[in-house]
């Protein structure tokens, strides 16, 4: 029997537009993604994917992810921005009680929410 691959899976529904059934993804690896028309099918078919990513990555002797690494997204990233809206944000976050980190992420995670509503 081969080894067991512990990474964790998202699983989520697809729309109609999209196909239907289910998309499953790795956070550890961010191009391996696999679909079926049943939860079972995802599953089956995104175990398949990951060990071809894995087995792909071994063979470009590149580094794979440890489990719940997050792989190339670490979470953490810097950006640049003007400062006359780097000041304009600092100004609301502190209007608002909050730190900047917290009304960027904030900003960032509503924006992505509409796009995703505008998407369906």
Request: hydrophobic share 40%; proline share 6%; aromatic share 6%.
């Amino acid at each position: 029997m081969g080894k067991r691959i512990d990474y964790p899976f998202e699983i989520r529904p697809l729309s109609a537009e999209e196909g239907g059934g289910f998309l499953i993804s790795y956070p550890d690896f961010s191009e391996c993604l696999s679909d079926g028309e049943t939860v079972e099918e995802a599953l089956a078919n995104g175990k398949d994917a990951l060990k071809s990513t894995i087995a792909a990555l071994k063979a470009k002797e590149l580094p794979i992810p440890a489990p719940n690494s997050g792989g190339v997204a670490s979470g953490k990233f810097v950006a640049r921005v003007p400062k006359t809206v780097h000041a304009r944000l600092a100004t609301r976050a502190k209007a608002e009680g909050v730190s900047l980190n917290t009304l960027v992420l904030t900003f960032i995670a509503e924006g992505l929410g509409r796009k995703e509503r505008n998407a369906q």
